[in-house]
């Protein structure tokens, strides 16, 4: 496992790392949920406001699985 910083919240990580992305899981407001950031986009994307993400994640709008890429991403298979 390596460290990254999440881009929702801006924490230190640990992620796992796989073939085109890496992954991590978040536990929010008694939720547990899995980020997949894609390695060509990670310092595109900027950071979210948090504030609106544990609201989405709190409500259950934030899905489980979140594959995270920045909007010029061109692989379909995350699209």
């Given at each position: 496992?390596?460290?990254?910083?999440?881009?929702?919240?801006?924490?230190?990580?640990?992620?796992?790392?796989?073939?085109?992305?890496?992954?991590?899981?978040?536990?929010?407001?008694?939720?547990?949920?899995?980020?997949?950031?894609?390695?060509?986009?990670?310092?595109?994307?900027?950071?979210?406001?948090?504030?609106?993400?544990?609201?989405?994640?709190?409500?259950?709008?934030?899905?489980?699985?979140?594959?995270?890429?920045?909007?010029?991403?061109i692989d379909n298979?995350?699209?």
């Amino acid at each position: 496992m390596q460290k990254e910083i999440c881009v929702l919240t801006g924490e230190d990580i640990e992620v796992t790392s796989h073939r085109d992305c890496y992954s991590y899981d978040l536990n929010i407001l008694e939720r547990k949920i899995t980020i997949f950031i894609c390695h060509d986009c990670q310092y595109k994307i900027k950071d979210a406001p948090m504030h609106i993400v544990k609201g989405l994640i709190a409500n259950g709008i934030w899905p489980e699985r979140a594959f995270i890429i920045a909007e010029d991403h061109i692989d379909n298979e995350v699209n």
